[in-house]
């Protein structure tokens, strides 16, 4: 009888002790459950330390992926293996991905803190009535120099990356919409181009770029641009500020033909299981006090108007990195080109990556 008791106590053991297995294996999935939240975010682009407190404050448990372009986030999303309770996709993105029903309508009623963000990034055309984003981070495309290795060069022209003396001394961002649309641009034209001439003239004009294209890289690209191991770089606006926090010798500027102006937006995925705690999380990020710490630690430019007069006059008064609405206004947003043109654009950027091996 003491034997069966035994064998009892012992199979009730192990079973508990494979279902926490279970249960362990699946938060580090990404499974949301009650008290977890899976975020999926851009890698650089948020304080650690918000994430430790925004854990304390609410109690529940952040598990955390990063993504390096709105491309791989969407395939993962759409692909459905992990249940994102928060991702932070672009503005073409987040109108691809409700065409494809990807998002959730949010309940503002639990978003107090929206009232803090600017009027001025509010109501944009990928999502008229922010029924599905929230405004995250905006910025620019441009590029990023090192004045005393460049010449007399200042790039107020695209094309000037084409110069001889920049054989191999140029970074590129790993961006499809961004490496094809500078090239786009470069030859005056909009970089939401979808005629396949002036896209094959593009790639042509961007081949022609691959002697001075030291390489194309992610999140490295800043800190290779402030260790100089590069004069020049093409980048997003928050990697430029940052970049030149490190080493303030560079510059950082948007040629004239015009680039791309975007917004990176807080949206709750379909699949979401956590959405009361999303909602949670957007709203702790919407705090002024929250969101002016996370721009100054990641270098992005905050839509807040609140959070934006609590930092200090050096950041919110750079007109680099907020420039005025008459600046931006010579600037394009991505266009959702539908997922044909989109996959295309792909293919032509790995067709000229490609070119360079
Ligand atoms: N390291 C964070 C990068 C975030 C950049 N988002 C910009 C997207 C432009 N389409």
């Keep these: 009888m003491k034997q069966l008791v035994r064998t009892f106590l012992l199979v009730v053991i192990a079973a508990l002790g494979m279902m926490y297995a279970a249960k362990m294996l699946n938060s580090s999935a990404g499974y949301s459950s009650g008290n977890t939240l899976t975020i999926y975010n851009w890698g650089d682009y948020i304080d650690p330390d918000l994430i430790k407190q ?50 959730q309508k949010l309940d503002h009623s639990k978003l107090p803190n929206l009232q803090y963000i600017d009027p001025r990034f509010m109501h944009l055309s990928f999502d008229p009535d922010n029924a599905y984003s929230i405004p995250y981070f905006w910025g620019t495309l441009g590029i990023v120099y090192h004045p005393d290795l460049v010449g007399d060069l200042t790039f107020e022209s695209w094309d000037e990356l084409w110069s001889e003396q920049l054989r191999n001394q140029i970074l590129l961002v790993d961006g499809a919409r961004e490496v094809i649309g500078m090239g786009l641009n470069s030859l005056g034209y909009s970089l939401n181009d979808t005629n396949e001439e002036h896209l094959q003239e593009a790639v042509k004009k961007l081949t022609k770029l691959t002697p001075n294209v030291k390489a194309i890289v992610g999140d490295e690209i800043k800190m290779l641009l402030a260790n100089e191991e590069a004069a020049v770089g093409l980048v997003w606006s928050g990697d430029a500020s940052e970049i030149m926090d490190e080493n303030d010798v560079l510059e950082y500027t948007v040629p004239e033909e015009g680039s791309n102006l975007w917004f990176d937006n807080m949206v709750i995925p379909a699949s979401a299981r956590n959405v009361e705690g999303a909602h949670q999380f957007i709203n702790f990020m919407l705090d002024p006090e929250v969101a002016a710490q996370n721009a100054e630690y990641v270098g992005y430019s905050t839509p807040n108007k609140a959070a934006l007069e609590l930092l200090p006059e050096d950041i919110s008064g750079d007109e680099r990195f907020y420039p005025d609405e008459e600046l931006t206004a010579r600037l394009e947003v991505y266009n959702n080109l539908g997922a044909k043109m989109l996959s295309h654009y792909n293919e032509l950027f790995l067709q000229f990556k490609m070119h360079r091996k």
């Design 54 to 103: 925004f854990e304390q404050e609410s109690g529940i448990k952040v598990i955390y992926q990063t993504f390096d372009s709105n491309e791989a986030m969407m395939t993962k999303i759409s692909q459905g293996g992990t249940a994102f309770d928060i991702s932070i996709p672009s503005e073409y993105a987040i109108s691809k991905m409700k065409e494809e029903n990807l998002l």
